[in-house]
């Protein structure tokens, strides 16, 4: 059976809806954890509630275990450290073969800020990013023109006082760190393992009994009976997914786990990367200079590099944001709109020749774009920005499992303002008080298991510390739930209203009451607003 809170009845709507007998299924939450049943009285609380159907698996008994994880990104890892440290038995399932694995496409830079840093520090791990990274007050931006302007280099208006002790991290150093974590933690970290498919009333192992459940199906064959849920497998999550044909299936309200998507002036701007050398020459054609001369870059620092003029599809600009990681390449980002020219090249020779006649300032564009790697971009899908979006429902409990979405699965950003891996990790602190003060996770468990390794945490078969009873983690989904999706909400009106201020006034006035709807939602949501210049996707 659905529950909804009278907030999500409204979202879900319309002029049009039709009321009949059926809305006899409808609950509408109150602000306590009752809800109301259309003048039948109070029956139950605020999470969303799915009945288990007769699926049940002809298959072996599951393994039991506390916590499934689905997705070893930043939001995964991050919790799989988390909750092994409080003594609990996690598996984190993860499609790429490493947690490191670095992937041109991918290979995004961070800028984790004072809300990211929440976790960081609660887990001493602080210290190791901003060993590996770059602060955002210890770095200089050049921009290096195709004319007499020459090269200029300044202190980045990101520094300022609010912003100074966020740092430029790269994805991939970030991953390394957490699964580091994890692993010390006790978790048992699957990489190259999918996440094939969830089964309702499938055989579960407790102990000496087999029970009806909930089966997690991995791709190496395992089958895992989780307590709790995780779903931190980003926009197109397989965890989001089943909630919702679940819902379906149930015949409730599957809108709930729809994103909610907001226009914004950089949704749908496509991405590539280039793969550079970490350090290269750029000229200096300033005419106060006798001739031009080259400069010497440096990965800890930043460059941008703008084109030629040219006609408005053809202009382009490099952005090579600071890498203190040596062992990480280095790459410049090319963002442009889908109508762009160069998203038209299909072979590496035009890719180069293109770039050729675009940068002067680049004595010999095969220095920085080798035929290998040109060969790869126009071989390459572009990436596309996300819309800001938020998913109504955050938490849910499915036959006495609860099941959670974080990070991309939950809310997702352009990076306009980079507070994509910020939400993320703090979702997870969130999660953690909130299971915490729910009494579901016991508050000094850390202490005895922190680094026993994975084969501590496997030994745990519906045992160990565990999680509390089902009473208690129903109300840490009902209270992550009472926080998170307001929050979400609230930021990902934040995200617009501010993208639009930044990209297009006119915009801005075709939606002349997001601004008050965003700053509403933010005071009733307790969330702090992200700081307006704390990190794009590309300097300059």
Known sequence: MTLLTVNEFLDLRRPDMAINSAIGLLLLGSTSSSAVRLGLGPFASRVVRLGVGPYASASAPSQRVDVLIAGGGPAGLAAATSLAAAGLAVTVVERRPNAASFETQRAYLYLLDRRG???????????????????????????????????????????????????????????????????????????????????????????????????????????????????????????????????????????????????????????????????????????????????????????????????????????????????????????????????????????????????????????????????????????????????????????????????????????????GVNSALEDVVVLIQTLQSSGALPISAGAATRGQGAAGAASVDGGGLGLADDEALARALDKYQAERAPAAKALAHIVQVRSTRVASASLAARHPNSCGRAANLCRRSRHRAPDARSGPCAPG
Request: charged share 20%; glycine share 8%.
């Open 117 to 419: 840093q929440q976790w960081t520090d609660l887990y001493n791990q602080t210290a190791a990013v901003r060993d590996r990274g770059v602060s955002n007050d210890g770095y200089t931006i050049t921009r290096a023109y195709p004319d007499k302007r020459g090269a200029v280099t300044s202190v980045p208006e990101l520094a300022v006082e609010s912003t100074r002790a966020a740092i430029w991290v790269p994805r991939t150093t970030l991953l390394d760190i957490l699964s580091n974590a994890a692993a010390e933690a006790g978790a048992d970290l699957r990489f190259g393992v999918t996440l094939e498919s969830f089964e309702r009333g499938s055989a579960v192992r407790v102990g000496g009994a087999v029970e009806d459940g909930i089966c997690a199906v991995l791709g190496d064959g395992t089958r895992l009976a989780p307590r709790l849920v995780l779903g931190c497998d980003g926009l197109d999550s397989r965890v989001r997914a089943t909630l919702r044909e679940w819902a379906v299936a149930d015949g409730g309200f599957p809108a709930l786990f729809d994103p909610v998507k907001l226009p914004s002036p950089s949704s749908g701007l496509q991405y590539k990367m280039l793969l550079v050398p970490s350090n290269f020459s750029v000229l200096n054609l300033s005419t106060s200079l006798v001739q031009p001369t080259p400069i010497q870059t440096e990965s800890a620092s930043a460059y941008t590099v703008p084109s030629v003029t040219m006609a408005r599809n053809e202009r382009l600009r490099l952005g090579l944001l600071p890498s203190r990681d040596a062992s990480v390449p280095r790459t410049a980002n090319v963002i442009k709109p889908a109508s762009h020219a160069i998203w038209q090249l299909r072979t590496p020779e035009a890719l180069l020749d293109f770039l050729g006649r675009s940068f002067p300032q680049m004595e010999d564009i095969r220095e920085l774009v080798s035929p290998e790697e040109a060969a790869a971009f126009v071989g390459s899908r572009a990436g596309r920005f996300p819309a800001p979006q938020y998913v109504r429902r955050v938490a849910a409990s499915v036959g006495g499992t609860g099941f959670v979405l974080l990070g991309d699965a939950a809310h997702a950003f352009p990076p306009d303002l980079g507070q």
